[in-house]
C-alpha cells in the first residue's frame, strides 16, 4: 500500500537532504515501516535564496536534521504521495479499508506543550500516548525541552492517517522552511479534506500551520466554511450510506439519473457539466453513452473528485475516451470561465446542501454567467418523507440538508429563477407517486 519493495531499503534524494524508507518488520500480520528523514544543513543553507557563505552560526547549528517538523510533510509527499491520496492499483480495497494501525513520531517540537497536541490529535479518534523528553539526558537539571513523541493507534485508512500527520506536524512545529503563500493554502486544504472542516481547532490549526498569517489564515477558514456548506462533495460518503440507505427500498439514485438522462437526450445536449458531480455516479452514465462527446464534472471536495476519478477508471481509459471527460475543482459561490459552453447542466441533490446567501450565488453563477441552455434540477420532495418510516417529523433525509422544499415552495423558487434569468421550467417527478405526497424526488428542467 506504501507502493514500496519491503525486501530492501529505498532513499530519496531531496532538496534538504535524503530520504530514506526500510521495513523493520514484516509478517503475515505485522508490517512496520519507517521513513527516515536525512537533513543536510549545509545544502539546506545554499538551496536558501538570500543565503550566502560565512552566515550566522545558527543557520548551521539548529535543530531541523533532528526533528519532525515541515521537512517530514515534504518527504512524506515525496515518498508516499500514492498513498497519501489513497490510491493503489492492485489493493484498493485495502486501501478503501480502515485497518488497525500505529503511527510513532518521534521528537516533534511544540512549544505550547501537551495541551495543544492533545486538542490537535485527539479529536481525530485515535488512542494518542505522548512522552515529554528532557533537554540532555547527561544533564537532567536542565529540564524538560520542547520535544515530545506521540504514537497514535486506532482504526484509519492509510491516507488518513499520512495525511493527519503531514497538517500537524508543521502545525505543531509552526517553523515552515520556506515561504508561506496562497500555495500552501491550497495544500492545506487539498490535504485537510473532509475533516479539516470539521475539527474543532481548525482556526488554530490554519494558524499555525500558515506561520501565524492571519491574512492567509483567515481566507483558509472562509473557505473550509464554504466547502463544509457548499456542495455535497465534503459529506458525499456519509449521505451514501445514510440518504442512499433510507431510499434504496425505491432504488431512488436509479431512477434520478435514468430520469436526467432522458431529459438530457430529449434537449439534444452533447456537451454536459455536472456541478457538484461528487464521486461520480452520473458521470459514469454519461460516459457510457456515446450521445455525449463532452463530459466535465466539477466538485468543492477535492476527496470527492479523487474517488471519481478512480471510480471511473481515467488512469486506465483510452485515449479516445478520456478525451471525452474531464474533472475540475471548483465552487458555484464565484464565477468561472469553464463553465461556459456547454450544451446542459446538471445539479443532482446539490441545492438542499446550500444556505440561502450560497444558494443565490449559485443562482447568478450557473443562469446568469455559465447560461448552458438546458439546466436539470433535483431535490427531495419534503413532502414525501412522511412515507419513509425511519424518518421522524421534520427530520431531513441528510444531515447536512439546509432545506428540503416541498412541491409548491420548489415551483416557486424555480419559476422565480426562470423568469430572472430568462429560462422556461417544467417539472418532472421522479420515482413512483403517492396519491398525496407526489413523488420523492422533484426534478426541474429549465431551457432557454
Same mark, same amino acid.
Given at each position: 500500500m506504501l507502493h514500496k519493495n519491503p525486501s530492501r531499503a529505498h532513499s530519496f534524494d531531496l532538496p534538504f537532504g535524503k530520504a530514506h524508507v526500510f521495513y523493520s518488520q514484516l509478517s503475515a500480520d505485522h508490517s512496520e515501516a519507517c521513513l527516515l528523514l536525512d537533513v543536510d544543513p549545509v545544502a539546506l543553507v545554499r538551496g536558501t535564496p538570500g543565503s550566502r557563505e560565512g552566515g550566522s552560526l545558527d543557520q548551521y547549528v539548529n535543530d531541523r536534521p533532528y526533528v519532525a517538523s515541515s521537512f517530514l510533510s515534504v518527504a512524506m509527499s515525496r515518498v508516499f504521495g500514492t498513498a497519501m491520496n489513497g490510491r493503489s492499483k492492485e489493493r484498493q480495497n485495502l486501501a478503501d479499508e480502515k485497518l488497525d494501525i500505529e503511527a510513532v513520531i518521534t521528537a516533534v517540537p511544540c512549544n505550547a506543550g501537551e495541551p495543544l497536541l492533545r486538542r490537535l490529535f485527539d479529536p481525530l479518534g485515535y488512542a494518542v500516548d505522548i512522552q515529554h523528553h528532557i533537554l540532555d539526558e547527561q544533564f537532567p537539571e536542565w529540564g524538560e525541552g520542547l520535544y515530545y513523541t506521540v504514537r497514535l493507534r486506532g482504526r484509519a485508512r492509510l491516507q488518513d492517517i499520512l495525511t493527519h500527520i503531514y497538517v500537524l506536524v508543521p502545525a505543531l512545529d509552526a517553523e515552515k522552511h520556506y515561504w508561506v503563500g496562497k500555495d500552501e493554502v491550497e495544500k492545506l486544504l487539498r490535504k485537510g479534506e473532509g475533516w479539516l472542516a470539521g475539527h474543532p481547532e481548525k482556526g488554530t490549526i490554519a494558524e499555525r500551520y500558515l506561520r501565524f498569517d492571519r491574512r492567509?489564515?483567515?481566507?483558509?477558514?472562509?473557505?473550509?466554511?464554504?466547502?463544509?456548506?457548499?456542495?455535497?462533495?465534503?459529506?458525499?460518503?456519509?449521505?451514501?450510506?445514510?440518504?442512499?440507505?433510507?431510499?434504496?427500498?425505491?432504488?431512488?439514485?436509479?431512477?434520478?439519473?435514468?430520469?436526467?438522462?432522458?431529459?438530457?437526450?430529449?434537449?439534444?445536449?452533447?456537451?454536459?457539466?455536472?456541478?457538484?458531480?461528487?464521486?461520480?455516479?452520473? &458521470?459514469?452514465?454519461?460516459?457510457?453513452?456515446?450521445?455525449?462527446?463532452?463530459?466535465?464534472?466539477?466538485?468543492?471536495?477535492?476527496?470527492?473528485?479523487?474517488?471519481?476519478?478512480?471510480?471511473? !477508471?481515467?488512469?486506465?481509459?483510452?485515449?479516445?475516451?478520456?478525451?471525452?471527460?474531464? &474533472?475540475?475543482?471548483?465552487?458555484?459561490? !464565484?464565477?468561472?470561465?469553464?463553465?461556459?459552453?456547454?450544451?446542459?447542466?446538471?445539479?443532482?441533490?446539490?441545492?438542499?446542501?446550500?444556505?440561502?446567501?450560497?444558494?443565490?450565488?449559485?443562482?447568478?453563477?450557473?443562469?446568469?454567467q455559465a447560461q448552458p441552455g438546458t439546466v436539470i434540477v433535483t431535490t427531495p420532495n419534503a413532502e414525501y418523507n412522511g412515507v419513509f418510516a425511519?424518518?421522524?417529523?421534520?427530520?431531513?433525509?441528510?444531515?447536512?440538508?439546509?432545506?428540503?422544499?416541498?412541491?409548491?415552495?420548489?415551483?416557486?423558487w424555480a419559476t422565480a429563477v426562470g423568469d430572472r434569468f430568462g429560462y422556461r421550467v417544467r417539472f418532472v417527478p421522479v420515482g413512483s407517486e403517492h396519491p398525496s405526497f407526489g413523488a420523492p424526488t422533484q426534478m426541474g428542467v429549465f431551457t432557454k
Open positions: 492567509l489564515a483567515s481566507e483558509a477558514l472562509a473557505r473550509l466554511l464554504e466547502d463544509g456548506a457548499d456542495d455535497p462533495g465534503i459529506v458525499e460518503t456519509m449521505q451514501e450510506k445514510e440518504e442512499e440507505s433510507l431510499e434504496a427500498p425505491v432504488k431512488l439514485w436509479e431512477q434520478r439519473l435514468a430520469a436526467v438522462l432522458s431529459v438530457l437526450h430529449a434537449a439534444g445536449a452533447r456537451s454536459v457539466v455536472d456541478l457538484g458531480c461528487g464521486q461520480g455516479k452520473l &458521470l459514469k452514465v454519461l460516459l457510457e453513452d456515446r450521445a455525449f462527446d463532452r463530459i466535465v464534472g466539477m466538485d468543492v471536495s477535492w476527496r470527492s473528485l479523487e474517488t471519481a476519478h478512480r471510480r471511473l !477508471y481515467l488512469d486506465r481509459m483510452p485515449e479516445a475516451q478520456r478525451k471525452r471527460i474531464d &474533472l475540475i475543482h471548483g465552487s458555484l459561490m !464565484y464565477r468561472d470561465q469553464r463553465l461556459h459552453g456547454f450544451d446542459a447542466a446538471t445539479l443532482i441533490e446539490v441545492i438542499e446542501h446550500l444556505d440561502p446567501p450560497r444558494l443565490a450565488a449559485c443562482e447568478r453563477v450557473v443562469f446568469e425511519t424518518l421522524l417529523a421534520g427530520e431531513f433525509r441528510h444531515k447536512d440538508h439546509r432545506f428540503e422544499w416541498t412541491r409548491q415552495q420548489f415551483a416557486a
